[in-house]
């Protein structure tokens, strides 16, 4: 695909036009222009890829076609810069022509950044446009644009004049004394290459350092006098360009070589940091925030200030005070990303060195120093900026994502410990953040089998916080699947990445199903969030959803079994003085039966059980429930406790009741279900049904009432009280009497649907009912209800 995009754009752009064909020349150019223009806010990688690739094709060939349409298009936009700008006297057109101006600009730039030779010849017509008059966007697009081609050209130039030099040395003092910090930013940059590289000019840039350090430091005591002078609100303009433009000078310029500061014994830098960090702790958040961009530029040039105690503490305090200002969050993320930039060009330049002088040289000189300073910076902050991912505001998450993608793709940090957080991002609501941290799973998937299954359940419980975090309506419950047509689950791909291999697999949906587990005294929210996420897996194989039921059924037998046992107890110690000991007697007992305790003489008389309990008439039942009631402790934290706990069971009762609708598999084929069958066995595709929602009602009521912290009144005790008879009455049907007839076997079928579908709030009968069966289900018999656990 990449070949035939190259070809195709080598004809169309890169191909030489004939000399005297003026008129394809400009159609090329204005088709050019036209998409760079386009890529305005998405970027122009794709442009800059493509040039390289076409380039680095022919670097060996004897004939050069790329080379050499890119002199025709160079040299041909700069006439076409010339005519654009005689235009805009022409005041009907001056907004197309300014629009145009500016594409064809960052056109040339952009051949710039790639081969700036190109440009070499073209500088000092470029140079005159640095005194742009600026009054619209585009004005301002266009000095920032000359001022980055010039920053690659002018260092290329053989022998510029004296007066060249001069003049874009003054234009350029003249824009950063003058404008906003988008130019400032671009105009310091050229003027360090050309001080730097050229000239070494560096009294002037030393006077301007002067300027406006000396106007921080001014203020700096007028403020410690008295914070609240009105002195320093009438300079606040004053004081932001001073902390923004000191920031940016000592970005490119190390001033504290000599060829500076002379034979001063003045520690420059940190003199800079103590003024910087002397803002950071202002009250106005603006004043704040540009200190802290000063501070990240002074970085770049010295990392190793970064160690120092005092910017730990501010870093890690910002990134981790959940009451800390959104800007000030952003603004140490972008520092940081701007600083991994900055090393991985740094980096590929010193790649491209080496290479130059590879042949001569015996060994590669290790340039692992700076990358080793990057990584122990990285390791300083990296907890705080994962953390980071914890907040309701998407352009936090966003730029600590962009850090820690930046971490990962230099190798500074051993990934493991991303692991979850970058499943958890995977669960994020913009498309753009989900796919980058998809992206980076899968990158370390490549690298690092088992690296993803190791901390999937991690990674599982982590997005639920990430959820939480964002989860604007703190009433409503954090659901698991995404609120559009797919109704997919948000963690979704990491569950394709895990599926492929049967072993991780089914660890990971164990893992899962362990949670719901009495013992494992999980929050009910999150186990909502675990059930709809394990309702909307991509599953593919019949298989995956039958070893899920099975653990079901398990889960079902023991938790649902210690469940009982523990409201039973708890009722015991509290009546233990009004009644004699046979109290299981009283719990169970039924107004109708003398005796319904699980003694020998229940165990021996189980059909006249059953039979009775399906015919039950409604007053029975509320005899049942006044019976319990009567018995229950005053103290009502045993029956919240029951109700908490219940829920992990009805979601697995639910999540069953699902899939087996959604899959339209029968109770015979869950129940002849063997993990430990060959897997071709059960490698069919799902038939999924439509239409099919994941609903758990009861649960949903459960947290928005928020049971767990409201007052109990007599109804609720009754509808708990109801809830644990339903219960009971399901646990003694789930296991099926082998050795029953056929009319026996419905009946038990029968009390255990009528058991879950109370359980289940009277969950849609078509959950409990063969019905949803389809040829999925290989004629099998069709049960009704869930299934029994067969005897283990």
């Not at 902050?381 to 998450?397: D, G």
């Not at 991002?425 to 998937?445: F, Y």
Request: charged share 25%.
């Amino acid at each position: 695909l990449q070949k035939l995009v190259n070809e195709t754009f080598q004809k169309l752009w890169f191909t030489p036009t004939p000399h005297h064909d003026k008129e394809a020349m400009t159609r090329k150019i204005l088709n050019i222009t036209d998409v760079v223009a386009a890529c305005r806010d998405t970027g122009y990688d794709w442009f800059e890829q493509l040039l390289q690739n076409l380039l680095k094709s022919e670097e060996d060939a004897s004939y050069k076609p790329v080379k050499k349409a890119c002199t025709q298009l160079v040299d041909n936009l700069v006439e076409h810069i010339l005519k654009y700008e005689e235009s805009l006297s022409d005041s009907d057109n001056k907004g197309v022509n300014s629009g145009r101006l500016v594409a064809c600009i960052t056109t040339l730039f952009l051949f710039s950044k790639i081969r700036p030779q190109l440009m070499v010849k073209h500088a000092m017509t470029m140079q005159p446009y640095l005194t742009t008059k600026c009054s619209t966007q585009n004005d301002f697009m266009v000095i920032c644009n000359v001022a980055k081609i010039l920053e690659l050209v002018v260092p290329l130039m053989e022998h510029p004049s004296e007066t060249f030099l001069a003049t874009i040395e003054e234009d350029l003092m003249k824009l950063i004394i003058k404008y906003g910090m988008t130019v400032v930013q671009h105009c310091v940059s050229c003027l360090g290459a050309v001080v730097n590289k050229v000239t070494q000019n560096y009294k002037f840039v030393w006077a301007c350092f002067n300027r406006y350090y000396g106007a921080l430091s001014k203020l700096k005591n007028q403020h410690q006098e008295d914070p609240n002078s009105t002195i320093l609100t009438a300079n606040k303009p004053a004081l932001l360009r001073s902390l923004f433009t000191v920031g940016a000078l000592c970005r490119h310029f190390d001033f504290d070589q000599e060829d500076f500061k002379g034979n001063s014994k003045v520690n420059i830098k940190d003199k800079v940091l103590e003024l910087l960090m002397y803002f950071t702790k202002h009250s106005d958040e603006e004043v704040q925030t540009k200190a802290i961009i000063g501070l990240g530029f002074a970085f770049i040039q010295h990392p190793s200030l970064m160690f120092e105690q005092e910017v730990k503490t501010l870093y890690n305090s910002i990134l981790s005070d959940k009451n800390c200002s959104v800007n000030l969050k952003i603004q140490v993320l972008k520092n940081l990303q701007t600083y991994l930039q900055e090393e991985d060009t740094r980096m590929q330049q010193a790649d491209r060195d080496w290479k130059k002088v590879a042949k001569q040289e015996d060994l590669k000189e290790m340039g692992d120093i700076s990358s080793g300073m990057s990584s122990s910076i990285m390791q300083l902050y990296l907890k705080q900026v994962l953390e980071a991912f914890f907040h309701n505001q998407s352009s936090v998450r966003h730029f600590a994502l962009n850090v820690i993608a930046l971490t990962l793709n230099q190798g500074l940090i051993h990934p493991v410990q991303c692991v979850p957080y970058l499943i958890a991002m995977g669960t994020d609501p913009e498309p753009s953040m989900r796919n980058k941290a998809d992206q980076q799973l899968v990158e370390i998937d490549k690298k690092y089998a088992g690296f993803i299954h190791m901390k999937a359940v991690a990674g599982m419980k982590m997005s639920y916080q990430v959820q939480q975090a964002i989860n604007t309506c703190p009433k409503d419950p954090v659901r698991g699947f995404r609120h559009d047509e797919s109704s997919s689950a948000l963690c979704s791909h990491l569950y394709s990445m895990i599926r492929g291999n049967r072993q991780h697999r089914r660890a990971f949906l164990i893992s899962l199903l362990n949670l719901f587990d009495d013992t494992a005294k999980t929050e009910v929210n999150m186990l909502l969030y675990i059930a709809d996420n394990l309702a909307c897996f991509p599953y593919q194989t019949q298989e995956e959803p039958l070893f899920i039921m099975h653990h079901i059924d398990i889960t079902l037998s023991v938790s649902g079994s210690n469940l009982l046992q523990s409201f039973k107890e708890s009722m015991v110690k509290d009546k233990k003085k009004e009644r004699k000991p046979s109290s299981d007697e009283e719990t169970e007992s039924d107004s109708n039966s003398g005796s319904g305790s699980e003694s020998e003489e229940e165990a021996s008389k189980p059909r006249r059980l059953r039979k009775r309990v399906d015919s039950d008439s409604d007053s029975d039942e509320e005899n049942d429930i006044n019976t319990v009631m009567k018995c229950l402790p005053e103290n009502s934290a045993p029956l919240i406790e029951f109700a908490n706990v219940s829920q992990g069971i009805l979601l697995l009762l639910m999540l069953k009741q699902h899939l087996k609708n959604l899959c339209g598999f029968s109770d015979s084929k869950i129940q002849k279900y063997s993990p430990s069958e060959s897997a071709k066995v059960y490698d069919k595709a799902i038939n999924r049904k439509t239409g099919v929602h994941f609903h758990p009602k009861q649960t949903l009521d459960f947290l928005r009432s928020d049971m767990a912290n409201s007052k109990i009144t007599d109804e609720v005790k009754r509808s708990i009280v109801k809830q644990y008879l339903d219960f009971k009455l399901l646990m003694e049907h789930l296991d099926p009497d082998e050795e029953e007839e056929d009319g026996e076997v419905s009946a038990s079928t029968n009390a255990r649907n009528k058991a879950i579908t109370s359980l289940l709030g009277g969950g849609s009968p078509k959950n409990n009912a063969a019905e949803t069966e389809d040829d999925e289900s290989d004629g099998e018999d069709r049960g009704g209800g869930t299934s029994g656990v067969r005897r283990r």
